[in-house]
């Protein structure tokens, strides 16, 4: 007889302690909304005066911005499908939008740096005149609205990889604006025009590798590699060391968003073990030291024929 189990734990959360880490889908909406309302007004603001300006950091600022309203964009459509209930088609539900939007998020900030860098480098050497008063001022005015943004998405961002690509948009573009900011200043004070250029670099640097960051976090997911918070290696020794298991074949473990965590398992134990207390010690086990959300162990007393070792 084959027994399996498939016993839920809480969810894994890399700040448990936060309150708001775990505000409801609703309100994680509602911040979403504000903050890709806010961004996209000052996106059209930024590209319009530095058009106007002549400022690269302004143009890269706004550029930063659309890509900050796609990035918020996606996050606000990938926590109202992780709402939907499963169906036999789709028996997690779309808990996945969630990586597949921080995995679009950090690849378009990737290439937006790209692009950035080129367009810096250009200007370095035949940097054109530029408007100081009316970059510092609009320069202001992302700034504050950055920081707005920041404050809305912050404490929401531990529990959800993709509102952490979001608050990595945010984020770059609020160094963007003091940056913006601090080259108005000195071409106002010096007259020494690279300095927008030098600073975009800096910036896209900034863009750069917070994209790559999530990048390879989200791609890692979308694998259905092992989670970077679990050592499957002990996961599998862990297993080992309860005398009546002989064999592991077939260990699966993989995350299927940022919080949860699945594993599934044959093991071949010892017959005359009562397989019943075996399992619900090994769940238990499992549970309260890995912190795994859903996990399936099938027990049998000879391998199977489509049973690998392990892994």
Same mark, same amino acid.
């Given at each position: 007889?084959?027994?399996?189990?498939?016993?839920?734990?809480?969810?894994?959360?890399?700040? #448990?302690?936060?309150?708001?880490?775990?505000?409801?889908?609703?309100?994680?909406?509602?911040?979403?909304?504000?903050?890709?309302?806010?961004?996209?007004?000052?996106?059209?603001?930024?590209?319009?005066?530095?058009?106007?300006?002549?400022?690269?950091?302004?143009?890269?600022?706004?550029?930063?911005?659309?890509?900050?309203?796609?990035?918020?964009?996606?996050?606000?459509?990938?926590?109202?499908?992780?709402?939907?209930?499963?169906?036999?088609?789709?028996?997690?539900?779309?808990?996945?939008?969630?990586?597949?939007?921080?995995?679009?998020?950090?690849?378009?900030?990737?290439?937006?740096?790209?692009?950035?860098?080129?367009?810096?480098?250009?200007?370095?050497?035949?940097? #054109?005149?530029?408007?100081?008063?009316?970059?510092?001022?609009?320069?202001?005015?992302?700034?504050?609205?950055?920081?707005?943004?920041?404050?809305?998405?912050?404490?929401?961002? #531990?529990?959800?990889?993709?509102?952490?690509?979001?608050?990595?948009?945010?984020? /770059?573009?609020?160094?963007?604006?003091?940056?913006?900011?601090?080259?108005?200043?000195?071409?106002?004070?010096?007259?020494?025009?690279?300095?927008?250029?030098?600073?975009?670099?800096?910036?896209?640097?900034?863009?750069?590798?917070? /994209?790559?960051?999530?990048?390879?976090?989200?791609?890692?997911?979308?694998?259905?590699?092992?989670?970077?918070?679990?050592?499957?290696?002990?996961?599998?020794?862990?297993?080992?060391?309860?005398?009546?298991?002989?064999?592991?074949?077939?260990?699966?473990?993989?995350?299927?968003?940022?919080?949860?965590?699945?594993?599934?398992?044959?093991?071949?134990?010892?017959?005359?073990?009562?397989?019943?207390?075996?399992?619900?010690?090994?769940?238990?086990?499992?549970?309260?030291?890995?912190?795994?959300?859903?996990?399936?162990?099938?027990?049998?007393?000879?391998?199977?024929?489509?049973?690998?070792?392990?892994?």
């Amino acid at each position: 007889m084959l027994e399996h189990a498939h016993p839920h734990a809480p969810p894994q959360s890399a700040d #448990p302690s936060g309150p708001e880490a775990h505000a409801s889908p609703r309100e994680q909406q509602r911040r979403l909304a504000l903050v890709l309302v806010l961004t996209l007004g000052v996106a059209v603001l930024e590209a319009a005066g530095g058009a106007a300006s002549g400022s690269l950091a302004l143009l890269a600022d706004a550029g930063h911005m659309v890509t900050d309203g796609s990035a918020v964009a996606l996050s606000l459509a990938a926590v109202w499908l992780v709402r939907r209930r499963t169906s036999p088609a789709r028996t997690y539900g779309f808990r996945r939008a969630e990586i597949l939007a921080a995995f679009l998020n950090a690849l378009a900030l990737v290439v937006l740096a790209l692009w950035i860098v080129s367009e810096a480098v250009g200007r370095l050497y035949a940097p #054109p005149p530029v408007r100081a008063g009316m970059m510092f001022w609009i320069a202001g005015v992302g700034l504050a609205v950055n920081v707005a943004g920041f404050a809305a998405l912050y404490r929401l961002a #531990p529990a959800n990889l993709g509102i952490r690509a979001a608050l990595w948009h945010i984020t /770059g573009d609020l160094f963007g604006s003091l940056a913006t900011l601090a080259a108005a200043v000195v071409i106002h004070l010096t007259g020494w025009a690279p300095i927008d250029a030098v600073l975009s670099l800096a910036i896209a640097g900034l863009i750069g590798l917070s /994209g790559g960051k999530i990048l390879l976090d989200s791609a890692n997911l979308l694998l259905d590699s092992v989670p970077k918070q679990i050592d499957g290696a002990a996961v599998g020794r862990f297993l080992e060391s309860f005398p009546e298991v002989r064999q592991i074949c077939d260990l699966h473990i993989w995350g299927i968003s940022s919080r949860e965590t699945m594993l599934t398992a044959h093991l071949v134990v010892d017959p005359a073990c009562d397989r019943d207390e075996l399992l619900r010690r090994i769940l238990d086990a499992l549970a309260g030291r890995f912190r795994l959300a859903h996990m399936t162990l099938q027990l049998e007393t000879t391998p199977q024929s489509t049973c690998r070792p392990e892994w």
